[in-house]
């Protein structure tokens, strides 16, 4: 679904991703690792066109959105969606009004029929009766939950997730975690994560690749990247200091 070739970005002359190679299966949930600060969300950035790379290629579903001008690489992003670490919710919106909002946007669907979509997106991440709440009458992990039914509510090919697990305890995590796995096998679509959370990403990764000085190291099942020899991945892994 998503490959680079040797993408190349610098800051202030600073390299940040150097000559990366990275490729993501389609209807898999991929999670990319690494320190932070290493450029995990800048590359982020470049599989969904934010930041164009100083060279390089990325295909998207076989299209290099490198090449494209902003009216094509808007028609490439309709594949995607994209839950930030805050959730990102209007906070002068409701629960309801948030998740709606894609669908006014990018439809010309009734209120009605809105409406009935937006019930089933929060009923399938786990919520009910909370339409008419206002972002800051929510915890945490429901913020999460109505970023992700709005991030799903137009059916994308392709959802981005960053460090979805970030300020949740524990349990919150794991419940997150399920509610990715849950999200990713009723729609099938491709998930990207970025994330430093080692339990979370061996958790629900069907790949992992990491992240180490604006490469990928290592790409491969969880139990690949467990048996690696790899001294950075094995003390990433391990949490000791590399």
Same mark, same amino acid.
Request: aromatic content about 4%; hydrophobic content about 40%.
């Given at each position: 679904m998503i490959k680079l070739v040797k993408v190349c970005k610098s800051f202030n002359g600073q390299k940040v991703l150097d000559n990366l190679d990275l490729e993501i299966e389609a209807q898999k949930i &991929? @999670?990319? =690792?690494?320190?932070?600060?290493?450029?995990?969300? @800048?590359?982020?950035? #470049?599989? $969904?066109?934010?930041?164009? *790379?100083?060279?390089?290629? =990325? +295909?998207?579903?076989?299209?290099? $959105?490198?090449?494209?001008?902003?009216?094509?690489? /808007?028609?490439?992003?309709?594949? !995607?969606?994209? %839950? !930030?670490?805050?959730?990102a919710l209007f906070d002068s919106m409701t629960v309801g009004e948030n998740v709606a909002f894609p669908?006014?946007?990018? &439809?010309?669907l009734s209120k009605k029929e809105i409406e009935e979509i937006v019930e089933a997106k929060l009923l399938q991440v786990g919520l009910t009766n909370v339409t008419h709440k206002m972002p800051s009458e929510l915890s945490g992990g429901m913020r999460k939950r109505v970023g992700l039914a709005?991030?799903?509510? %137009? /059916?994308?090919?392709? =959802? %981005? +997730?960053?460090? *979805?697990?970030?300020?949740?305890? *524990?349990?919150?995590?794991?419940?997150?975690?399920?509610?990715?796995?849950? &999200?990713?096998?009723? &729609?099938?679509?491709?998930?990207?994560?970025?994330?430093?959370?080692?339990?979370?990403?061996?958790?629900?990764? #069907?790949? $992992?690749?990491?992240?180490?000085?604006?490469?990928? $190291?290592?790409?491969?099942? *969880?139990?690949?990247?467990?048996?690696s020899n790899i001294s950075i991945i094995k003390k990433f892994i391990e949490g000791t200091s590399a």
């Open positions: &991929t @999670v990319i =690792i690494g320190q932070s600060g290493g450029g995990k969300s @800048v590359l982020l950035k #470049h599989i $969904i066109g934010l930041i164009k *790379p100083d060279s390089g290629q =990325i +295909f998207v579903d076989g299209t290099d $959105i490198v090449k494209l001008n902003d009216r094509m690489l /808007n028609e490439v992003r309709k594949k !995607f969606s994209m %839950l !930030f670490q805050d959730a669908l006014k946007e990018h &439809t010309r709005r991030a799903i509510v %137009l /059916n994308p090919q392709i =959802i %981005l +997730f960053d460090e *979805p697990t970030t300020g949740l305890d *524990p349990l919150m995590s794991d419940a997150i975690d399920q509610l990715i796995l849950k &999200t990713q096998y009723d &729609t099938r679509s491709t998930c990207v994560i970025i994330s430093h959370d080692i339990a979370s990403a061996f958790k629900i990764a #069907h790949n $992992i690749a990491m992240l180490y000085h604006g490469k990928i $190291i290592q790409s491969g099942t *969880p139990a690949e990247l467990r048996s």
